[in-house]
């Protein structure tokens, strides 16, 4: 397939794109280069002959018009956004402008590329949207996400992606426009920016500084190696059903206070000249409307497109810790940027 991936020199997009160029995809990587992207992430890809880069912003209709004309996708698989909770909270207007006024201005790019309707089907094409089970809001003690939850977001995020979907939702039932969607867990792995929860504890570990944890850090969250998240969404947006969505997850429940004592353990065992990397933790004020838990029930997607995760939470963050003690030049270099990563140590993600 010709693939648009939106977001592509993100976290996620960018393990979509690796992933499809060594399935033999063709991609093109659309990205606004914010500050969450890194061109790097696609290095190993930079010089396939199925690979190309277009920088964009998915606000910038013209743009589009350009980059379908162009490329004549045979699917989009949109992940552009703005992704980091704690941002949302601090200023949620970029926000709103990116998740929901970009996914629209897209939709209708896509629309008038797609060229069909509700009665005469368009070219043989499929919009791929990709989203958070933030969407749900939280649960209790027990209890799963399944694709037929209401929504109910609590972050300016979770809102501005609950909104996407809908929009997303609402252009296949009104336009006739053949789209899949996916809700996913929270993600981990290689090339995760140094502000989210994982990456931040590996490296004040690494650093002998403190590893802030939210509240007491019981809240539960549901976690996916990221590169299982690629092959999912693979597998949803090449077979998935028009019109359906698909929620994405790990089978891997761990409070934060877990993971950060597993990450801490793994530490000791790798860099052992800290250690016990656990006298690190630090509780901190929690994060204003934290949802206790998610978790995701991913039946659908195993028994519809026969996908499960290939690593464990164990072994998936054994590579990632390897990865970051192995890959430093990849995360000094965005410390070099200088993106306020003073907040290491005083922000973190999911
Ligand atoms: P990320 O912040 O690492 O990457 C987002 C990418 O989008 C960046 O490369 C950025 O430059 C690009 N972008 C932002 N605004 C843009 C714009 N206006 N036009 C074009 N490009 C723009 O995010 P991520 O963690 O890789 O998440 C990707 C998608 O997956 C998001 O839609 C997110 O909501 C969803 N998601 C993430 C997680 C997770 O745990 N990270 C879980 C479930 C779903």
Redesign the pocket.
Known sequence: MRLLV??????????VARQAISDGHEVIV?????????PANLDSIAASNRYSFEQ?????RAALDGIFARHTPDAVM???????VDRSIDGPA?FI???IT?TYTLLEAARAYWGGSRDKPGRDFRFHH?????VFGTLGETGLFTETTAYAPNSP?SAS?AASDHLVRAWHETYGLPVVLS??????GPF??PE?LIPVVILNALAGKAIPVYGRGDNVRDW?Y?ED?ATALLAVASRGKVGESYN?GGNAEATNLSIVERICGLMDEMHPEGAPHVRLIEFVTDRPGHDFRYAIDASKIREELGWEPSVTLDEGLRQTVRWYLENRDWWQAIQARGHKLERLGLKQ??
């Open positions: 939106t977001g592509g020199a993100g976290f996620i997009g960018s393990a659309l990205d606004a280069l914010t500050y969450a992207a890194n964009a912003d998915i606000r910038d949109h992940l552009a956004a703005e992704s980091h970029a402008d990116t998740n970009g990709i989203s958070t089970d933030e995020y992606k809700n996913c867990s929270n993600n981990y995760h920016f989210k996916l990221v998240h994405i993600a999911t």
